[in-house]
């Protein structure tokens, strides 16, 4: 589940409704872009915690803004499940990315790095010692003209994306289940050309 909003819409907090989740045994991932940097961690209507993994980062072409990464292993889950983020500042751009790994058990790896324009936009890597589900995230750094495209490679589907021009966080999130222990990366192929941040996180089973 993803939402969004652009620069300029007036609203303190920012919500992916209309979920819904397994009452047990999910694994909740919530990666968050913004036009101001906050590590604020998101809530949800249903009392789950989020740690933050890794921290929040910020961008090398925009240094006010930037993205962060949160989990909620074991979380509780509903019909009608809503995860939530406060704005910084009420106009500000924000986009809000939910994913549910149903019988997930605990995130084993994850991993950030930044790729400016003109790299391979690879991901770094993540090592599993078993079956897991691979979630990656793209947001791009380009400026807001143009539509945008995301494409990932290594059997990653893409599950969410907002790549429409204009004043937003652009992001686009694939997945990937893989049955053996191994070390995954990603790398993605965009227009315009642009760089871009880049998470994978790895969740295993217990």
């Known amino acids: 589940m993803l939402d969004f909003n652009r620069d300029g819409v007036s609203s303190s907090s920012l919500s992916t409704s209309g979920m819904s989740t397994r009452t047990t045994g999910s694994t909740l991932l919530a990666c968050v872009g913004r036009g101001l940097l906050s590590a604020i961690a998101p809530t949800d209507?249903?009392?789950?915690?989020?740690?933050?993994?890794?921290?929040?980062?910020?961008y090398t072409l925009w240094p006010n803004s930037g993205t962060a990464l949160y989990a909620c292993e074991q979380a509780r889950g509903m019909g009608g499940h809503a995860v939530t983020v406060v704005k910084p500042k009420v106009t500000d751009e924000t986009t809000l990315s939910v994913v549910e790994i149903t019988g997930g058990g605990f995130v084993r790896d994850v991993q950030w790095r930044e790729v400016l324009s003109g790299q391979p936009l690879t991901s770094a890597s993540v090592t599993t010692t078993g079956p897991a589900l691979l979630v990656a995230w793209w947001w791009g750094d380009a400026g807001v003209d143009l539509d945008k495209t995301a494409v990932p490679d290594s059997g990653f589907t893409v599950v969410d994306s907002v790549l429409a021009s204009g004043a937003l966080v652009q992001c686009a999130v694939a997945v990937r289940r893989v049955s053996v222990a191994g070390t995954y990366n990603v790398t993605w192929a965009s227009t315009p050309q642009q760089g871009a941040q880049l998470w994978l996180a790895a969740v295993q089973a217990a």
């Open 45 to 58: 209507n249903v009392g789950n915690a989020f740690v933050q993994l890794d921290v929040a980062h910020t």
